[in-house]
């Protein structure tokens, strides 16, 4: 399952990361922030508009806006 369509409000373990779906930077961004495989994040909210972009996350202490696209690059299981 990819972090995009897990569930709301309930923790989740980033299993692995497809890389080669971001730019460069973007990648490098969010490693910079924790989100690598083995973080544990939680789907705070999603947009309301079309698409529902962006999703909010906590990792740990703060919550970070991802772009949808973003969180399908990224493989989850249940924490």
Known sequence: MTLDSFPSH???RITSVDWSQLAPDEATRLRALG????AEVEI???GV??????IAISVGRMTVALRRVHA???SVEAA
Do not use: L, N, Y
């Open 49 to 54: 508009f079309a698409g529902r972009d962006p």
């Open 44 to 46: 705070e909210h999603r």
């Open 72 to 74: 399908r690059a990224m």
């Open 35 to 38: 989100i690598d495989a083995g």
């Open 10 to 12: 309930r923790r989740a």
